[in-house]
Protein backbone atom coordinates (compact mmCIF):
# COMPACT_ATOMS: atom_id res chain seq x y z
CA UNK A 1 0.00 0.00 0.00
CA UNK A 2 1.09 3.48 -0.61
CA UNK A 3 -0.30 6.90 0.72
CA UNK A 4 -1.08 9.79 -1.84
CA UNK A 5 -1.81 13.48 -0.48
CA UNK A 6 -3.86 16.23 -2.02
CA UNK A 7 -5.66 19.49 -1.17
CA UNK A 8 -7.93 20.69 -3.95
CA UNK A 9 -10.04 23.27 -2.26
CA UNK A 10 -12.96 21.73 -0.11
CA UNK A 11 -11.68 18.36 1.47
CA UNK A 12 -15.66 16.98 1.50
CA UNK A 13 -15.17 17.26 -2.66
CA UNK A 14 -12.11 15.75 -3.06
CA UNK A 15 -13.02 12.62 -0.17
CA UNK A 16 -16.18 11.64 -1.89
CA UNK A 17 -14.88 11.43 -5.10
CA UNK A 18 -12.01 8.97 -3.98
CA UNK A 19 -13.60 6.60 -1.79
CA UNK A 20 -15.66 6.04 -5.58
CA UNK A 21 -12.26 4.61 -7.44
CA UNK A 22 -10.99 0.92 -7.13
CA UNK A 23 -7.88 0.05 -5.22
CA UNK A 24 -8.07 3.32 -2.78
CA UNK A 25 -8.06 1.51 0.77
CA UNK A 26 -8.99 4.48 2.71
CA UNK A 27 -9.62 7.89 2.44
CA UNK A 28 -9.16 10.55 5.40
CA UNK A 29 -10.01 13.61 5.35
CA UNK A 30 -7.51 16.23 7.39
CA UNK A 31 -5.05 19.09 7.08
CA UNK A 32 -1.65 19.44 6.01
CA UNK A 33 0.93 22.62 5.42
CA UNK A 34 0.85 24.79 8.43
CA UNK A 35 2.43 25.42 11.61
CA UNK A 36 0.00 24.68 14.38
CA UNK A 37 -0.08 21.42 16.14
CA UNK A 38 -3.33 19.13 16.11
CA UNK A 39 -5.04 22.17 14.51
CA UNK A 40 -9.14 21.97 14.03
CA UNK A 41 -11.43 22.34 11.43
CA UNK A 42 -12.03 25.96 13.61
CA UNK A 43 -8.15 26.57 13.46
CA UNK A 44 -7.53 26.24 9.75
CA UNK A 45 -10.84 28.17 8.45
CA UNK A 46 -9.22 31.02 10.47
CA UNK A 47 -6.55 30.86 8.38
CA UNK A 48 -4.31 31.65 10.58
CA UNK A 49 -2.31 28.12 10.84
CA UNK A 50 -0.98 27.47 7.22
CA UNK A 51 -3.03 24.29 6.43
CA UNK A 52 -4.62 23.18 3.91
CA UNK A 53 -7.74 21.26 3.68
CA UNK A 54 -6.50 17.90 2.00
CA UNK A 55 -7.47 13.80 1.94
CA UNK A 56 -5.23 11.43 2.51
CA UNK A 57 -5.42 8.38 0.75
CA UNK A 58 -4.36 4.98 1.08
CA UNK A 59 -3.93 3.37 -1.98
CA UNK A 60 -3.01 -0.88 -3.73
CA UNK A 61 -0.34 0.51 -6.66
CA UNK A 62 -0.97 -2.88 -8.04
CA UNK A 63 -5.13 -1.51 -8.99
CA UNK A 64 -4.75 2.20 -9.74
CA UNK A 65 -1.81 3.77 -10.44
CA UNK A 66 -0.34 7.51 -8.38
CA UNK A 67 -0.40 9.06 -11.87
CA UNK A 68 -4.09 7.91 -12.24
CA UNK A 69 -4.76 9.57 -8.97
CA UNK A 70 -3.31 12.90 -9.97
CA UNK A 71 -5.94 12.75 -13.24
CA UNK A 72 -8.39 12.49 -10.93
CA UNK A 73 -6.89 15.39 -8.66
CA UNK A 74 -6.80 17.57 -11.81
CA UNK A 75 -9.88 16.67 -12.95
CA UNK A 76 -11.80 17.21 -10.06
CA UNK A 77 -11.02 20.78 -9.05
CA UNK A 78 -9.22 24.23 -10.67
CA UNK A 79 -5.73 24.42 -10.52
CA UNK A 80 -4.87 27.63 -11.89
CA UNK A 81 -7.22 29.59 -8.78
CA UNK A 82 -4.85 30.80 -5.81
CA UNK A 83 -6.19 30.28 -2.64
CA UNK A 84 -9.70 29.72 -4.13
CA UNK A 85 -12.05 26.70 -5.01
CA UNK A 86 -15.44 28.25 -6.76
CA UNK A 87 -17.22 30.27 -3.75
CA UNK A 88 -14.09 28.86 -0.79
CA UNK A 89 -11.35 31.35 -0.26
CA UNK A 90 -8.97 31.08 1.33
CA UNK A 91 -5.04 29.51 1.91
CA UNK A 92 -6.63 26.64 3.79
CA UNK A 93 -8.37 25.67 -0.31
CA UNK A 94 -5.19 25.85 -2.04
CA UNK A 95 -4.30 23.46 -4.07
CA UNK A 96 -1.18 21.25 -3.50
CA UNK A 97 0.46 17.79 -3.85
CA UNK A 98 2.03 16.78 -0.46
CA UNK A 99 4.81 13.86 -2.03
CA UNK A 100 5.35 11.04 -0.15
CA UNK A 101 8.58 10.27 -1.94
CA UNK A 102 10.86 11.39 -5.06
CA UNK A 103 8.58 9.65 -7.38
CA UNK A 104 5.65 10.96 -6.17
CA UNK A 105 7.22 14.14 -7.04
CA UNK A 106 8.76 13.48 -10.34
CA UNK A 107 5.00 11.65 -11.39
CA UNK A 108 3.34 14.95 -9.97
CA UNK A 109 6.20 17.66 -11.96
CA UNK A 110 5.83 15.34 -14.97
CA UNK A 111 1.78 15.60 -15.16
CA UNK A 112 1.93 19.69 -13.86
CA UNK A 113 4.14 19.93 -17.31
CA UNK A 114 1.90 17.85 -19.29
CA UNK A 115 -1.01 19.27 -18.79
CA UNK A 116 0.92 22.57 -18.77
CA UNK A 117 2.42 22.03 -22.44
CA UNK A 118 -1.25 21.03 -23.39
CA UNK A 119 -2.99 24.22 -22.08
CA UNK A 120 -5.71 22.36 -20.69
CA UNK A 121 -6.44 25.28 -18.99
CA UNK A 122 -6.37 29.15 -20.05
CA UNK A 123 -4.53 29.81 -17.07
CA UNK A 124 -1.06 28.72 -15.50
CA UNK A 125 -1.25 25.96 -12.99
CA UNK A 126 -0.84 26.81 -9.23
CA UNK A 127 -0.67 23.74 -7.77
CA UNK A 128 2.27 23.70 -5.09
CA UNK A 129 4.32 20.70 -5.10
CA UNK A 130 6.06 20.27 -1.71
CA UNK A 131 7.35 17.36 0.37
CA UNK A 132 4.53 15.96 3.28
CA UNK A 133 5.50 17.29 6.64
CA UNK A 134 2.27 16.89 8.48
CA UNK A 135 -0.96 15.31 8.50
CA UNK A 136 -3.70 15.88 11.18
CA UNK A 137 -6.85 14.15 10.58
CA UNK A 138 -10.39 16.15 10.23
CA UNK A 139 -12.74 15.76 13.31
CA UNK A 140 -14.79 12.54 12.47
CA UNK A 141 -17.76 14.39 11.59
CA UNK A 142 -15.95 15.30 8.17
CA UNK A 143 -15.04 12.15 6.99
CA UNK A 144 -17.64 10.81 4.28
CA UNK A 145 -19.45 13.93 4.42
CA UNK A 146 -20.90 13.75 1.31
CA UNK A 147 -21.92 10.30 2.12
CA UNK A 148 -23.84 11.04 4.78
CA UNK A 149 -25.07 14.59 3.85
CA UNK A 150 -26.05 14.55 -0.40
CA UNK A 151 -29.18 16.12 0.50
CA UNK A 152 -27.49 19.07 1.42
CA UNK A 153 -27.85 21.76 -0.42
CA UNK A 154 -23.69 21.96 -0.79
CA UNK A 155 -23.56 19.03 -1.78
CA UNK A 156 -25.65 18.94 -4.39
CA UNK A 157 -24.75 22.20 -6.01
CA UNK A 158 -20.49 21.49 -5.77
CA UNK A 159 -19.61 18.20 -4.66
CA UNK A 160 -22.41 16.11 -7.03
CA UNK A 161 -21.50 17.93 -10.37
CA UNK A 162 -17.66 16.42 -9.56
CA UNK A 163 -18.93 13.05 -8.86
CA UNK A 164 -20.72 12.76 -11.80
CA UNK A 165 -18.02 14.07 -14.26
CA UNK A 166 -15.42 11.97 -11.90
CA UNK A 167 -17.85 8.76 -12.58
CA UNK A 168 -17.83 9.86 -16.38
CA UNK A 169 -14.16 10.14 -16.99
CA UNK A 170 -12.79 7.66 -14.93
CA UNK A 171 -15.81 4.59 -15.29
CA UNK A 172 -13.11 2.16 -15.85
CA UNK A 173 -11.66 2.83 -12.41
CA UNK A 174 -14.73 2.62 -10.38
CA UNK A 175 -15.58 0.16 -7.67
CA UNK A 176 -17.98 -2.28 -9.13
Not at 150 to 165: G, L, S
Amino acid sequence: METATFAGGCFWCLDSVYRELRGITLVESGYAGGHTENPTYKDVCSGTTGHAEVVQITYDPSAISYRDLLDVFFTIHDPTTLNRQGGDRGTQYRSAIFHHSPEQQHIANETIEELAAAKTWADPIVTELVPIADFHPAEQHHQGYYGRNAEQPYCQVVIAPKIAKARKRFFDHLRK
